[in-house]
């Protein structure tokens, strides 16, 4: 079965500096990659996904992530946070085939002033 | 704009009352799912409907039931709530190819 593991449960991080939020997966032949954001008392909105093409991807609030097939990553980044990327950050994955999301645990990101 | 609403933000029910959460949405999607929320263990799907009538059963179906007799609304059902059930639970829909599902809100339910 396929499974996530997102490494750090919370990551406390301090205005303007970078962060990296991190996400692999268990392999599997075709695999679609996701990345979802939670603000406080909300539900999950997408962040940005991986389909195929480019190994980079983009959302519009600065964050990217990377699909590294060789080491079955899909780790998140911003160079420089606010205050209002304070959220909680689920990594999700698609079997090729399926219509099933299997999400991580999440990682709790706090951005401090 | 998408827009998947659930029929309650907040719920307090008692041990052994039937519970129903009520999940609309509004852009004709074929797939519908219900989610389950606990702090330190992500989501997990308990079912998902490919079509009306039709599911299937997620990671942790046990304690729960579904229903969708109309394309646009998914119900989930607590036959008989335990404590163990408190928690959010998230409704989400996706059409079959565009690989993104849309959220609600969520429903806080607590059993006591």
């Known amino acids: 079965a396929q499974s996530v593991t997102q490494l750090d449960s919370q990551v406390p991080v301090f205005e303007e500096a970078p962060v990296e939020l991190r996400c692999n997966y268990s392999s599997s032949v075709s695999v679609y990659l996701f990345w979802y954001v939670q603000y406080p008392n909300q539900g999950l909105q997408l962040l940005l996904k991986?389909?195929?093409?480019?190994?980079l991807v983009e959302s519009i609030n600065g964050f990217e992530a990377e699909f590294n097939k060789s080491q079955t990553s899909f780790h998140l980044r911003k160079p420089s946070v606010h205050i209002s990327d304070t959220a909680e950050y689920f990594c999700a994955v698609m079997k090729g085939g399926s219509e099933k999301l299997v999400f991580g645990k999440g990682t709790k990101l706090t951005v401090n002033p | 704009d998408v827009k998947v609403t659930q029929s309650s933000r907040y719920l307090v029910k008692r041990t052994g009352e039937k519970v129903f959460l009520e999940c609309v949405q509004d852009m004709d999607h074929e797939n519908m799912f219900w989610y389950r929320q606990d702090p330190g263990l992500g989501l997990r799907l308990i079912y998902f409907s490919y079509d009306v009538k039709m599911k299937e059963k997620g990671d942790i179906p046990e304690g729960y039931s579904v229903s969708r007799e109309k394309k646009e609304r998914f119900s989930l059902i607590l036959e008989s709530a335990s404590t163990n059930q408190t928690s959010m639970y998230l409704c989400?829909?996706?059409?079959?190819?565009?690989?993104?599902?849309?959220f609600g809100p969520g429903t806080r339910l607590t059993v006591t």
């Open positions: 991986y389909l195929s093409g480019s190994t």
């Open positions: 989400a829909s996706g059409g079959p190819t565009s690989y993104e599902q849309y």
